[in-house]
């Protein structure tokens, strides 16, 4: 799919697989507003609502999305980040649906992740800065070639990350307790636990270790 930007040669940014190949991002997805929709209810889907920041708002007129559509942040300082909205409802006014085809839609999105520094330090306007469009439409995008494969990428990027989070979460738990357990080295330091091996070793009875 493309969009009305006019397609030029791609400057491969370093070397594929074989059977891989590059195609600019519009290739693949472009921006739309959504189904414009009024009188019935629906949650009103905004960044904060999606972030878990603040409970849903329901409106009754507005652009409808399905749950499960991928929306891009077009317009703030967080512009190019991507989110697969939970439910059906009105798509707040700083996103773009993305209408992604011939492309694991997933795999698009982790895709469009890894440029998201380089969308927020490349934003337009001052007062309300927008999403870089013709920068994102004309991306180098690395397509390999069997939905098989992208899904494969896909699979193994979650799994990865999971391991990820896991590690993370063990890591914070100790530093949680880093207190708890200089304490109780403490205590065991002075009440002989730490020593207990070494007199056994020395021939040092407990009954020599007095209070003072």
């Known amino acids: 799919m493309k969009s009305n930007l006019e397609q030029t040669e791609i ?8 059977g891989w190949k590059w195609m600019q991002q519009n290739e693949v997805c472009k921006l739309t507003d959504g189904e414009k929709r009024t009188g019935t209810e629906f949650p009103y889907l905004e960044v904060k609502y999606l972030r878990g920041k603040k409970e849903k708002d329901f409106v009754s007129t507005g652009k409808f999305i399905k749950a499960g559509t ?5 317009d703030g300082e967080n512009s190019g980040e991507v ?3 939970p439910e059906d409802g009105f798509m707040g006014s700083t996103f773009k649906a993305l209408e992604i085809s011939n492309v694991n839609e997933n795999y698009l999105q982790y895709f469009i992740h890894t440029k998201k520094d380089l969308y927020r330090n490349n934003k337009k306007g001052s007062a309300i800065p927008h999403l870089d469009k013709k920068l994102f439409f004309t991306m180098p995008f690395p397509l390999p070639p069997t939905l ?5 990428i896909v699979n193994r990027i979650e799994s990865m990350f999971a391991k990820l989070d896991e590690a993370k979460e063990k890591a914070q738990n100790v530093v949680d307790g880093f207190e708890i357990r200089k304490a109780a080295i403490l ?11 070494w007199r056994k070793e020395n021939g040092v009875s407990d009954d020599s270790c007095k209070w003072v």
């Open 70 to 74: 991928k929306v891009i942040l077009v």
């Open 148 to 152: 098989a494969e992208q899904q494969c």
């Open 83 to 85: 989110f697969t909205v």
């Open 187 to 197: 205590h065991k330091a002075f009440t002989g636990e730490l020593t207990a091996k």
């Open 11 to 18: 400057e491969a940014p370093y070397e594929l697989p074989e």
